[in-house]
């Protein structure tokens, strides 16, 4: 494939499309910026760090959505990976602090670009049973999407105007929902005095990157497997559902190079979309299916847009109080918490494995420094492979 012309452009160029794209960005980045921000919090990046992740990670959506849409001619819409956020929140700090889980988001970005080159590595993510993944990530989830229940019991007044905001909003547009709730939720944080002087540049801040054999294990390869089971894959789902069917090396290759050199910008993976991929791809953006890349391209020009933005969501977001910051982000996750409860327990013969990850990843303990979510991915595949071996026998 070759980049189109300008003829070609505006040719293929309609408001629909536009249009389409703009709300594509809008609705990727302020239904989800508070986990992302609950996420690198959590692990001990500071307001100016968060600051520098969300521009570099927005920056960087637009840009590569633009650079392939344009390239293959397809909608190819490209996120932050929200569910591996949800993960940094539910692992907390690590030893070597916030330099070794930048030292992971390297090494997360290395495993996803030598995916899309190396045949036997997707294989083996595709070889970890669904049901097992999606009970991984709901083990993941569930902490975050308690929080806006235990917000109202600590915080009565805000934690119910925020639920029932986004309730009322969520019958009428589920996806204005979760942004509705963020708007009421630092209206009470200005109320409340929380948010101090604003930022309102983002900055730019360098980690030097560390790694550690715990970060790697409790960050990078969780992440790696969270946002290729939940994102990448699901992404080429649902563009191959409309019938585009773009290069892995080429998606893979992109998104991996771009994650290991904006790691140490404080910035975590970026990857294909799943859920907003639908936005761009499906006929709502056109119904000339070879036209739709205009609304990919349009989510690119909104996300970069949308980066300049960065400092004041990381300056307002990060004093805000954790729980009510927590709440929004469950509200957020509600969603990707039914989806995978549903996907880990619909196979009879796979649902023990996959409750027994649900679980382990639940629990949040750790175990030699290493945190839940990969001990229940090993427990769910290790006892799927008994099963499937025979050597386990229903009473």
């Known amino acids: 494939m070759a980049f189109p012309g300008l003829a070609t452009l505006r040719a293929d160029f309609s408001w629909q499309a536009a249009s389409a794209g703009l709300v594509v960005a809008l609705v990727g980045y302020a239904a989800s910026v508070a986990v992302v921000i609950q996420g690198l919090t959590a692990v001990g990046a500071t307001t100016a760090q968060v600051s520098s992740a969300l521009f570099v990670l927005a920056f960087c959506k637009g840009l590569v959505a633009i650079g392939l849409s344009l390239w293959t001619r397809m909608p190819i819409s490209i996120a932050w990976t929200t569910p591996g956020a949800a993960l940094l929140a539910a692992t907390g700090m690590v030893d070597g602090g916030f330099q070794a889980v930048v030292g992971a988001f390297i090494v997360t970005g290395a495993l996803i670009l030598a995916t899309g080159f190396i045949g036997p590595l997707a294989r083996l993510v595709e070889a970890i049973p669904k049901p097992i993944a999606n009970a991984m990530l709901a083990g993941v989830l569930l902490k975050l999407c308690l929080a806006p229940f235990i917000a109202i019991g600590q915080l009565p007044v805000l934690g119910l105007i ?202 949040g303990i750790s175990f030699l420094g290493i945190g839940a979510a990969f001990w229940g991915l090993v427990l769910g595949v290790a006892l799927d492979r008994f099963e499937r071996l025979g050597l386990h026998r229903s009473p």
């Open 162 to 363: 925020v639920f029932a905001v986004w309730a009322a909003i969520a019958k009428i547009s589920k996806p204005a929902a979760v942004p509705g709730a963020v708007v009421v939720a630092l209206v009470g944080t200005i109320a409340m005095g929380g948010t101090g002087s604003v930022d309102w540049l983002p900055t730019l801040t360098l980690v030097r990157p560390e790694l550690t054999l715990a970060s790697v294990i409790s960050i990078a390869l969780p992440l790696f497997v969270v946002t290729m089971t939940s994102q990448n894959i699901t992404g080429l789902t649902v563009l191959s559902t409309f019938g585009y069917r773009p290069s892995t090396k080429l998606a893979f290759g992109v998104t991996g190079l771009v994650s290991i050199v904006t790691a140490p910008l404080a910035a975590l993976t970026i990857n294909l979309a799943a859920i907003t991929a639908a936005l761009a791809a499906g006929p709502d953006a056109h119904p000339d299916s070879n036209r739709r890349y205009i609304a990919a391209v349009f989510s690119g020009i909104g996300y970069i847009v949308l980066a300049l933005l960065a400092g004041v969501a990381a300056s307002i977001v990060t004093r805000s109080p954790p729980l009510l910051i927590e709440a929004v982000a469950g509200l957020a996750l509600l969603g990707a918490l039914g989806s995978s409860l549903l996907g880990a327990v619909s196979e009879e013969r796979t649902r023990v494995a996959a409750l027994v990850t649900f679980c382990m990843a639940a629990s």
